[in-house]
């Protein structure tokens, strides 16, 4: 069975670092993962996609990548704010399974 | 305004009452999710659907009820049988039924058993 961990459950830091979420999957056949953004007591916010056939994707102050091979994702944020405080969430795509895997979340606080 | 609706924000259920998820979407999508998210945990997959009267259950569908009957509806019964729905519920829809499509998700219903 397919398993998502998120590392770190949460993370506080000052405005203005920069920062690198971790998600990993027990089964490296990754095929499309997305990374999103939960806001307290809301829906989640797509971030970004990344299909079969990238590596990474990128989104102003946000990159994220892909290694297929270890089955590692990394959500990078540059010049973080205190807008960018909320729960970052990746999903992931088992091929031929047609649905998306959730990891639990990192809890992401900027202090200002 | 393109996007996903969910009605009512918060329910309340006594034990033994079903109760239904409303979940309308307007941006044309043929496939339909429902997740429920429980605190500190990532979202579970109840149901799905990838055409109008068409679903398929997902990994925890046990208690749970669902139809599409329009392309643009898809709504979650929560019935009797499920020991413990008291959990936030999250609709979805992407274009189609895949991962390389981007999911869309409504403001979500947070669901309380009294």
């Known amino acids: 069975k397919q398993e998502v961990t998120q590392i770190p459950a949460a993370l506080s830091v000052p405005e203005g670092e920069n920062l690198v979420l971790n998600c990993s999957f027990t089964d490296s056949a990754i095929y499309n993962l997305q990374w999103f953004r939960q806001d307290p007591g809301k829906g989640l916010t797509s971030l970004l996609l990344?299909?079969?056939?990238?590596r990474e994707q990128t989104s102003g102050r946000l990159n994220a990548s892909l290694d297929k091979s270890s089955g590692r994702s990394t959500l990078y944020i540059a010049a973080s704010q205190p807008g960018d405080s909320a729960t970052y969430l990746c999903a992931g795509e088992i091929q031929g399974a047609q649905k998306l895997v959730f990891g639990q979340g990192t809890r992401l606080t900027i202090n200002p | 305004d393109g996007g996903i609706t969910q009605s009512p924000k918060y329910l309340f259920r006594k034990e033994g009452q079903n109760v239904t998820l409303s979940c309308e979407q307007n941006l044309n999508h043929d496939a339909m999710y429902w997740y429920r998210q429980d605190p500190g945990q990532g979202l579970r997959l109840i149901y799905y659907?990838?055409?109008?009267?068409?679903?398929q259950k997902g990994d925890i569908a046990e208690g749970y009820s669902v139809s599409r009957e329009k392309k643009e509806s898809f709504p979650l019964t929560v019935t009797s049988a499920q020991k413990n729905p008291t959990a936030f519920y999250l609709c979805?829809?992407?274009?189609?039924?895949?991962?390389?499509?981007?999911?869309?998700f409504g403001p979500g219903t947070r669901l309380t058993v009294l």
């Open positions: 659907s990838q055409i109008v009267n068409d679903f």
């Open positions: 990344i299909q079969s056939s990238q």
């Open positions: 979805a829809s992407s274009a189609v039924l895949s991962g390389t499509d981007t999911q869309y």
